[in-house]
């Protein structure tokens, strides 16, 4: 039997545009995403996961450094939340200073990964996500 790739709806938690449009490309050409929906800060986010209309993204790809709330605020608050826990979050950004990766970690990030971004090790840290996590996972219900 031959199983289609599983395809996620990604949060791209991330204020610099050329980091948007290669972690997209990267995105679609493994073929991943079904749908990108794209914020520039963890605010917005925020604001985007707590609206019942919005598609509730299976991933969130989050840069730590961005302005009004960055990603390790906006990580504390997901991880935090009952409901917003359960969605997998893959930390990308430029730090790779132990503290930051330790604390992400700590935050219950399920994966860090470094820009300048290596394509490959990206995807590859998207697709390593827990798969049995995001195929088997109930969705609680959205208020």
């Given at each position: 039997m031959?199983v289609?790739?599983?395809?996620?709806?990604v949060?791209?938690?991330?204020?610099?545009?050329?980091?948007?449009?290669?972690i997209?490309?990267?995105?679609?050409?493994?073929?991943?995403?079904?749908?990108i929906?794209?914020?520039?800060?963890?605010?917005?986010?925020?604001?985007?996961?707590?609206?019942?209309a919005?598609?509730?993204?299976?991933?969130?790809v989050l840069d730590?450094?961005?302005?009004?709330?960055?990603g390790?605020?906006?990580?504390?608050?997901?991880?935090?939340d009952?409901?917003?826990?359960?969605?997998?979050?893959?930390?990308?950004?430029?730090?790779?200073?132990?503290?930051?990766?330790h604390?992400?970690?700590?935050?219950?990030?399920?994966?860090?990964?470094?820009k300048?971004?290596?394509?490959?090790?990206?995807v590859?840290?998207?697709?390593?996500?827990?798969?049995?996590?995001?195929?088997?996972?109930?969705?609680?219900?959205?208020?």
């Amino acid at each position: 039997m031959n199983v289609s790739p599983r395809t996620y709806d990604v949060l791209l938690v991330e204020d610099d545009a050329a980091d948007v449009l290669l972690i997209e490309e990267a995105l679609h050409e493994h073929g991943l995403p079904r749908t990108i929906t794209q914020v520039d800060d963890g605010l917005a986010a925020l604001a985007h996961l707590q609206d019942p209309a919005a598609p509730r993204p299976d991933l969130i790809v989050l840069d730590l450094n961005m302005p009004r709330m960055n990603g390790r605020e906006l990580l504390a608050v997901l991880k935090a939340d009952e409901d917003l826990a359960l969605i997998p979050v893959v930390v990308l950004t430029t730090s790779n200073a132990p503290d930051d990766i330790h604390g992400a970690y700590q935050q219950r990030a399920n994966a860090y990964v470094t820009k300048p971004v290596n394509l490959d090790e990206f995807v590859e840290a998207v697709r390593s996500i827990d798969d049995f996590f995001l195929s088997t996972a109930a969705h609680p219900p959205r208020h």
